[in-house]
Every structure is written in structure tokens, then in C-alpha cells.
């Protein structure tokens, strides 16, 4: 009945099958264990008329045409330029951390460190705080310091659960100073909002002959291989011989034999406030305070700025234990969580036309863009 089969129905296999579809003349069968399509991207209108992200914000940014291009035509598109602020105690500065933020924290002092900084690393340039932790100028010692206890260090903590001492300092190394007056989180050629949200872009890329969706469905349910057998791969007990393309958690689908891939997942706490605005900007990130990482204002990103009354959300992270409800958002990459994964892949590489994509899948974080370029890519291949 089927040429390929798609385990899940965010970007990664949506774009994959449509792809397939339209090109190939493929005929396939998406297979997602929600109710709704788009994954993590899923939006939709609350019983306010707000549109809210069900599972965070997301924001999508890139440099590639070939992205952009290809998913405008499936939308138009809200110029959102996403600037985000950290909340520093009872101040609120742009993050990252750029030369408004210097002259809002270091006063009169500011312009002095703006030479230094510029006359050294050049206008524009994005310099790693580990570079300026390790400078012979105790100025730009002080700057380091300043965004790695206010800016990252705590955030940090909070986001992955651990101690100042088992954070990395490469991790922390990586945190750039932008020596720009750009408030935007994003410096990418094309950002923004679809005009009409994030599942109608999915409901347009899937109203294509040849794709059949099947939501409510564990992919295990129907689709199981034996990597040591004969026959490779099985689809509602029969032997299927076509391409499977796996984008889920991919310890899950082989019942965590090697042991459970460690992830951070997150509690989204909704909240309506019957009054226009509830804080400064669409994102701000609590570095120093609150158990929770940032709040969300979501009539910023779709532009529903007349609205009378608006809807946030606040992130709290947790560990992913593979409860009921959970969700695996983040990968937890070192080099034992990698290994364990590797082990895993393993098993895959022993079957036939069964291909990996997507962050849960690769055990590696991604944004839209190169999601949608790696889908892209893949069917190319195929």
C-alpha cells in the first residue's frame, strides 16, 4: 500500500513527505502519535482568540533562501524580529549581551569599554566570553565576568539541572558578547511568524496525493523491525520492504534495550491576564531569579497587538523520565549520553532503507531551518 513510511509529523516528516510526494510520486503513510499535526510546532487559537505555541515559542530564522523559499510557499509571513531581554534582578537588558547592554550596566564607564572592545575584536564582531575571561585586560575581565554570573551561569543551572562546578566551560566559553547595537536574538536575513500559524503551514504541506496521516498512533503499534532478521521490517505484521524514515526518540522505539537516552523536558504553565500587556517584550529570560527560565507573551509573536487581553507562558525545566505527559525536548550531548546513542544507531544501520532524521532521532538539537535543509537533503537522497 505504501512506498515509505514516516514515524512523526513535525518538520522533519512533513517536509520529508511531501518532498517524496511530490517529486518521487511516492506514496506514504505519516504515522504521529498526537492528535494534531506539527509537533513541537503545533499552534493554535485559545479559548481567548489568542494563538499560543502548545509547546514553547518557536521562532523561525535563517541565512538559507532555499529554506525560506521553499516554506513560504506553503505561507506568508509575519516579520516578527524577536528581541529578547534578561530580567537582572528588578533591570531588564538585551540579551545576548551587546553594547546597549554595556552602557545600560556599566554606566559612564561604558564608552570607554566600548572602544576597548571594538578597537580590538572589530564593530559587529560576536566575541566569546571565554576569549574575554582570559584577556590580559582586567576591563574586559570584568565584562566576562558580569555576563557569566548574571547572563548564563544561573540560567543555565535552571535549563539543565546542574551545579556551577558540572557545567562545562567550553559550554559556557561559547556565550557571545555582540559588540552591536541590534537588539535582535536573531542577526539571520529572513525571520519571522507564519501569517496564519505554524499548523496551517502543516495543513497545507500535507493536503498532497499520495500522503495519508495517522494521528493517535504509536509507531511501535504498527511498525517493528528485527535488525538480527531476515525480514528487516514489519508493517501491521506483514514484511514491508519500502524506506522508513524515523524522526521520534529512537531508544523508546527500541524499548530502551541499551538503557534510556537522557533528556531535559519542560513544564509549560499557561496563564491569561484580562489586560494588554503583560511584560516589556515577546521573551524575557529570568538569568538570576524564579524556578522558571523565561516567560512568553505570544500576542508579540503573532502580532495580535490590539488585543485586550493577553496569554503567557512559563517554562519550567525538569528531567524527562519518560512518564506519561513528558515530553524529551533537549538532548543531553556528552560524550557517554553519545555513546549510549551510538548504540542505538547501531542497530539501525543493520536495516534497509531506514533513515534517522530530526533531533529526537539524531539525539541532536536543531533549529526549523536545518531541520527543514536536512528533510530537504534526505529526500534529494533518496
Not at 17 to 35: F, N, P, W, Y
Not at 127 to 138: A, R
Not at 178 to 189: C, K
Not at 244 to 266: H, M, N
Request: hydrophobic share 35%.
Amino acid at each position: 500500500m505504501y512506498d515509505c513510511i514516516v514515524i512523526g509529523c513535525g518538520f522533519a516528516g512533513a517536509v520529508v513527505a511531501r518532498q517524496l510526494a511530490e517529486t518521487r510520486g511516492k506514496k506514504l503513510l505519516i504515522i504521529d502519535s498526537r492528535d494534531h499535526v506539527g509537533g513541537n510546532c503545533f499552534d493554535r487559537k485559545d479559548e481567548y482568540g489568542i494563538c499560543i505555541h502548545q509547546y514553547g515559542p518557536h521562532i523561525f530564522h535563517t541565512n538559507s533562501k532555499r529554506v525560506y523559499d521553499y516554506l513560504s510557499r506553503f505561507t506568508d509571513w509575519y516579520h516578527y524580529n524577536h528581541e529578547v531581554v534578561g530580567k537582572i534582578y528588578e533591570r531588564e537588558i538585551p540579551v545576548p549581551f551587546n553594547l546597549n547592554s554595556l552602557e545600560m550596566v556599566f554606566g559612564g564607564k561604558a564608552p570607554e569599554l566600548e572602544k576597548k572592545l571594538v578597537d580590538r575584536f572589530g564593530e559587529g564582531a560576536r566575541v566569546p566570553i571565554l576569549e574575554l575571561m582570559n584577556d590580559k585586560d582586567d576591563d574586559l575581565k570584568e565584562i566576562a565576568a558580569y555576563v557569566y554570573e548574571n547572563v548564563f551561569l544561573k540560567y543555565t543551572m535552571k535549563q539543565w539541572g546542574k551545579s556551577p562546578k558540572e557545567i562545562d566551560p567550553a559550554v559556557s566559553g561559547r556565550v557571545p558578547v555582540l559588540l552591536s547595537r541590534d537588539n535582535r536574538y536573531f542577526q539571520d536575513e529572513y525571520q519571522g511568524i507564519p501569517l496564519d500559524g505554524y499548523t496551517a503551514i502543516f495543513e497545507k504541506m500535507l493536503a498532497f496525493d499520495g500522503i495519508e496521516v495517522r494521528l493517535n498512533c504509536q509507531g511501535k503499534e504498527v511498525l517493528r523491525v528485527e535488525p538480527e532478521g531476515r525480514e528487516k521490517v514489519y508493517f501491521e505484521g506483514k514484511p514491508f520492504h519500502g524506506q522508513v524514515i524515523f524522526t521520534g526518540a529512537l531508544d523508546e522505539f527500541f524499548d530502551c534495550r541499551f538503557g534510556r537516552l537522557p533528556y531535559r523536558s519542560l513544564d509549560f504553565r499557561f496563564e491569561h491576564y484580562d489586560k494588554p500587556f503583560y511584560q516589556s517584550h515577546g521573551v524575557v529570560n529570568y538569568t538570576v531569579s524564579e524556578d522558571f527560565t523565561r516567560i512568553t507573551e505570544f500576542k508579540y509573536l503573532s502580532g495580535q497587538m490590539d488585543a485586550k487581553d493577553t496569554t503567557i507562558v512559563k517554562e519550567y525545566p525538569m528531567a524527562y523520565s519518560g512518564k506519561q505527559g513528558e515530553i524529551p525536548y533537549y538532548a543531553i550531548n556528552n560524550a557517554e549520553n553519545d555513546s549510549l546513542f551510538e548504540k542505538y544507531r547501531d542497530l539501525v544501520e543493520q536495516i534497509p532503507d531506514f533513515y534517522l532524521l530530526g533531533r529526537l532521532a539524531e539525539y541532536k538539537y536543531y533549529n526549523i531551518d536545518a531541520i527543514v535543509e536536512r528533510a530537504l537533503d534526505l529526500a534529494e537522497r533518496i
